[in-house]
């Protein structure tokens, strides 16, 4: 979840929150081969790569180009919530959610399409006049967070479990993330405030994923799951709490040098300095089986059951549920 200081810092917030199965030789479920497409850009040794961010949401990913448009695509057949509106251009940052979308554009207004969970709950959030000077987004299963240029965080969707519950008083925010029905926000000391989470009954009953560990400080980025967090801390080490259902809590042992992660639905990536990915939690479809030899990625963003890469070079690579 940025003038010329603003916009780098959304882009970089866009990298660390785009705001759950050991990769590689591990694995914690039964899994299938892995569902792989590419999507590849324009770019050659004179031109720079055509996709600069992504984001994964529930049944669908999002690219944002270079030129400052979006490109869209559905694992599923639903067509409204892969339809980007005609007029939109000049954007920033891009957080896809369940299954609806937000863009932010540089001015500091933000775009609202797709199909949500709920939508009555939800208004078009860009016809909001609280919704401007807005420097970062993040879309979750059914409520939106925006992070505005004073370091305060407004909520919009869905009221349940108090997933709208902003605290008061809540201020000097870096970055943001929305997950199914709990919010993490990062302070600019290194601290993350958590809330939502408040049903009382049922599946969504609290789970532990606004439990902040006491020792946790130091923290650069953070990311919600469906039920469960992660936390990236200034170390490279990564910590994780919630729903562990899947393991997705289960941070893979010796996990160190890590620059970005994102936490799915139950699964999660981390994307390491040398441009290699890690992957742990649900892997009933192959999200967390990493592709051979995936090198070179500078973003990762985990959605429902798919895993998305963008390469250095401007190729974006999927695998997971198609």
């Known amino acids: 979840m940025n003038n ?31 569902s792989i497409t590419t999507a590849t850009s324009s770019a050659s040794a004179d031109k720079e790569p055509e996709f600069i961010a992504i984001s994964a949401g529930g049944t669908h990913y999002l690219a944002l180009r270079a030129n400052g448009t979006v490109a869209a695509w559905c694992i599923q057949n639903q067509k409204a919530i892969c339809t980007v509106p005609n007029n939109l251009t000049d954007v920033i940052a891009i957080s896809a959610g369940d299954q609806y979308s937000l863009a932010l554009k540089r001015d500091g207004t933000v775009m609202f399409w797709g199909v949500p969970d709920n939508s009555k709950q939800i208004p078009t959030i860009a016809n909001s006049s609280e919704i401007t000077h807005v420097i970062a987004v993040s879309a979750g299963i059914a409520h939106s967070l925006v992070l505005k240029n004073d370091g305060t965080v407004v909520a919009k969707g869905s009221t349940r479990c108090g997933a709208r519950d ?13 997950g199914g029905l709990h919010n993490l926000a990062l302070k600019d000391d290194g601290m993350v405030v958590a809330w939502g989470d408040e049903c009382e009954r049922g599946y969504l009953v609290k789970q532990g994923q606004t439990d902040v560990p006491e020792n946790l400080v130091n923290t650069v980025a953070v990311s919600a799951g469906l039920y469960h967090s992660l936390a990236l801390k200034r170390d490279g080490t990564v910590a994780a709490w919630g729903n562990n259902e899947f393991g997705q809590c289960n941070v893979p042992k010796n996990l160190t040098d890590v620059v ?63």
């Open 4 to 34: 010329n200081i603003l916009i780098v810092g959304i882009l970089l917030f866009s990298l660390l929150l785009i705001s759950g199965c050991i990769s590689q030789s591990q694995s914690v479920n039964k899994t299938e081969s892995p």
């Open 166 to 178: 902003v605290p008061e008083g809540l201020s000097h925010v870096i970055a943001i993330s929305a």
């Open 260 to 322: 970005s992660i994102s936490a799915g639905y139950r699964h999660n990536l981390a994307l390491k300095n040398d441009g290699t990915v890690i992957a742990w939690g649900q892997n009933d479809v192959g999200q967390c089986n990493v592709p051979a030899n995936l090198t070179d990625v500078i973003a990762i963003s985990a959605g429902g059951a798919q895993s998305v890469a963008l390469k250095r070079d401007g190729t974006i690579v999927v695998w997971g549920r198609k």
